[in-house]
């Protein structure tokens, strides 16, 4: 079951809230892994075969990893061993899901990586293995960090486990949040999509036609992924866990090294905590450190897709944001506006990797972004440009630091106030429109669109 669904967000989660709240404080951490395992496997129960496996393995290694601490070169025997079998088994599931030999068991990639760094964990001697199975279960489990992040590592997880509260404060916080994650994926993303899908059916482009598919699709992205984060910090509020921020506004940064590190936080850190240091070590030499950037974001390519663009769009990420380290950083750090539109106008061909079908693709987008396809602009293009430039605007007004700022300068002021007091008459209305655009779909999507 999805977070954006009208069945979940009309009728399981105001049950399970009540529930959960009712619950005595022992019975909480029980009732939420109930609920984590069922939400997950809700129509396709074999997906809770994939889920138990995984913990049962990860809870048995950490026990052994614990018990022979002293012995350095089993334990790197194990979790190297263990590494190797998750990611296989990962890919492999993913692999036959895609040629449509099984169900795709969304989440295997948030629970494999968080079950591997919990396991890197206690090798390093970060933390001790869990003891208690059912902190593990639900540390791998959570239902609403398994849809798009964000990553937890398990020091922060075992921290809240043991100290969370749970009041209605975290309640209205909770909610207002998810409110505000499901306005994103449902109005924007989803409306972002089905944009992209109609720019699509032209296979030759004008340059505004290409330009406009792509930015299309970058906003669609950003917004899928940050409503499901925002989705999930908000439930995770509820339940009195203080989830990690996972988008910090990356669009209109000074560099492509500061978008990335704006953008899907958590699973760089990742990939930085678990597989950079630990691979290379923190004293690196020079072109140690830059093979690690660029292997790091080959394997960050490939966390997302196993298809080839998905690998050189990582690949591309890691040369892009080396050789500005190497080459371009005083540029970038004393020319902000030109740091500014160089990283917006590179990203833009770089996404191109993450949702052409192939290489051929690839390059006629780009020969029509620079001008040299159907022309500089056509009558599809027009149409599209006119019709949808207000909503590119605001979704790059939203998705930038100055909505931010404009808001918080705001809350400030006496129209600020008023507007803090009507916020949940907002936040209501905002979730009825979502319930509709949910239920009614694409033709919801084009009635707003019309407005």
Request: hydrophobic share 50%; proline share 3%; net charge positive.
């Amino acid at each position: 079951m999805y977070l954006a669904s009208f069945t979940f967000t009309a009728a399981v989660l105001p049950v399970l809230l009540l529930c959960y709240y009712f619950i005595p404080a022992k019975g909480k951490n029980v009732f939420l892994l109930l609920c984590s395992i069922l939400i997950y496997g809700w129509g396709v129960p074999m997906r809770i075969l994939y889920l138990l496996t995984f913990i049962l393995y990860d809870f048995g290694v950490g026990i052994l990893m614990e018990k022979y601490r002293e012995k350095k070169t089993f334990t790197t025997i194990l979790l190297s061993f263990s590494a190797v079998l998750q990611v296989s088994a990962m890919t492999l599931v993913r692999e036959a899901a895609s040629a449509g030999a099984l169900l795709f068991p969304f989440g295997i990639a948030i629970y494999t990586l968080q079950g591997l760094g919990y396991l890197i964990g206690i090798y390093r001697g970060r933390h001790p293995a869990a003891a208690d199975p059912l902190k593990l279960s639900l540390y791998l489990s959570f239902f609403p960090v398994l849809y798009a992040g964000p990553l937890m590592n398990y020091l922060e997880f075992d921290e809240m486990f043991r100290k969370r509260q749970c009041n209605i404060i975290h309640l209205s916080d909770g909610i207002s949040l998810f409110i505000q994650g499901l306005a994103e994926k449902v109005v924007l993303a989803d409306t972002f999509g089905y944009l992209f899908r109609e720019l699509r059916q032209t296979h030759e482009m004008s340059m505004l036609t290409a330009w406009l598919t792509v930015i299309s699709f970058t906003m669609y992205l950003y917004f899928e992924l940050l409503g499901y984060s925002e989705m999930a910090r908000g439930l995770g509020c509820a339940f009195g866990f203080e989830l990690p921020k996972n988008f910090n506004h990356p669009f209109f940064t000074p560099s492509i090294t500061s978008f990335m590190q704006s953008w899907n936080i958590t699973l760089l850190l990742w990939f930085q905590t678990n597989f950079r240091h630990f691979l290379f070590g923190q004293n690196q030499r020079k072109w140690q450190k830059y093979a690690a950037v660029i292997l790091t974001w080959v394997l960050i390519g490939a966390f997302y897709g196993m298809r080839l663009q998905f690998v050189l769009w990582g690949l591309a990420v890691g040369v892009l944001i080396t050789l500005e380290q190497l080459i371009m950083e005083p540029l970038l750090n004393k020319r902000y506006l030109f740091g500014m539109l160089y990283s917006a106008f590179l990203m833009q061909f770089v996404w191109v990797l993450f949702f052409a079908d192939n290489l051929s693709e690839v390059g006629m987008i780009w020969k029509s972004m620079l001008g040299f396809g159907k022309g500089i602009a056509d009558q599809y293009g027009l149409y599209f440009f006119t019709s949808y430039i207000a909503l590119i605007l605001l979704g790059l007004y939203i998705a930038t630091d100055l909505f931010r700022n404009i808001s918080e300068r705001m809350g400030t002021t006496v129209i600020g106030s008023i507007l803090e007091r009507l916020r949940p008459l907002g936040h209501g209305l905002l979730l009825i429109f979502c319930l509709a655009s949910m239920l009614y779909g694409e033709r919801m999507v084009g009635l707003w669109l019309m407005l």
